[in-house]
């Protein structure tokens, strides 16, 4: 009977503690839980992303310097990319007067001479435009979104046509801005004529499941899978990709950036034994 009382006390001490400090230890889950949330907020790419500081134990000051840091980083890209908007936006000027000279050098310099000076200062004009471009997506610097009416599949055939690509296309009209989703499905084009090896590429666009897909497959030697996804990274080559076949870099990345601004996204598929198919998703109605 002592053991059986002397066991009953302890069970009702334990239950008395339990039931004590689970106020604390419900505050406390929650505290972590929301900082868990904005640390993958802010890894997303949310940097503006911070966490309410409550309390002065362990918790908040690791609340409180996970604050302080990502508000220097944010400051750090921010003005990274302030810098490269500005740079890319300078550069304007005297690549006009490069490609002014350039063309007059053409006029004198043998042929095989004068079509890579071409080729070279168009390559330098995409780079610069597609940097502009990319920074002031990041930095969602562009003039409010002037949404129409987009008859995607005629844009889609007028790109296809450009690289004599084959299309697959359902009659198919979204809300969205013109401008830059050509970018986007010429970009997409383009990459795939350039390093599918010669093969035939083919564009497919169709509805499923009340969202637009679309899809430009080529037969090329592919993407590894390891590689699929950052191949979406600014500047991000292929290993084993040749630079002679051109390009800056930074593709692939508009693609998903556009896709994004329409709140869509893309993503890197196989296409069977030899090849990749890069697919946009969009939504119909935004």
């Known amino acids: ?16 503690v339990a039931i004590g400090a689970y106020p604390v230890i419900r505050r406390l889950t929650s ?14 790419g949310k940097l503006s992303t911070r966490v309410a500081v409550e309390g002065d134990d362990e918790v908040a000051r690791l609340a409180a310097s996970f604050n302080d840091s990502a508000a220097r980083i944010e400051t750090l890209v921010t003005a990274q990319k ?5 740079a890319s936006h300078e550069l304007r000027s005297p690549l006009a007067r490069i490609r002014m000279a350039a063309e007059l050098m053409a006029e004198q310099a043998p042929p095989a001479i004068g079509a890579e000076l071409r080729r070279n200062v168009a390559e330098l004009d995409q780079l610069i435009d ?47 801005e013109p401008k830059l989703l050509r970018r986007m499905v010429r970009n997409l084009l383009e990459n795939a004529a350039r390093y599918g090896a010669g093969s035939t590429v083919e564009a497919r666009l169709a509805t499923v499941d ?8 080529d037969s090329g030697p592919g993407i590894p899978e390891v590689e699929r996804e950052r191949v979406f990274e600014p500047f991000y ?40 198919c890069f697919r946009v998703t969009l939504p119909r109605k935004r």
């Open 237 to 276: 080559r292929v290993s084993g990709a040749s630079e002679a076949a051109g390009g800056v870099g930074l593709g692939l990345s508009l693609v998903r950036q556009v896709a994004r601004r329409h709140g869509g996204d893309a993503s890197c598929l196989p296409n069977g034994v030899r090849g990749c």
């Open 130 to 176: 597609e940097l502009l471009l990319a920074s002031r997506l990041d930095a969602d610097e562009l003039a409010a979104p002037c949404l129409e009416e987009v008859d995607l599949t005629g844009l889609v055939a007028e790109e296809c046509a450009r690289v004599n690509a084959a299309l697959d296309a359902q009659p198919v009209i979204i809300i969205g």
């Open 82 to 86: 302030s810098l490269l908007a500005n």
């Open 1 to 16: 009977m002592h053991f059986a009382g002397l066991f009953l006390m302890l069970g009702v001490i334990a239950v008395v």
């Open 210 to 217: 009340g969202a637009v897909v679309l899809d430009v497959c």
């Open 31 to 44: 505290r972590l839980v929301r900082l868990e949330r904005s640390v993958q907020a802010w890894g997303a």
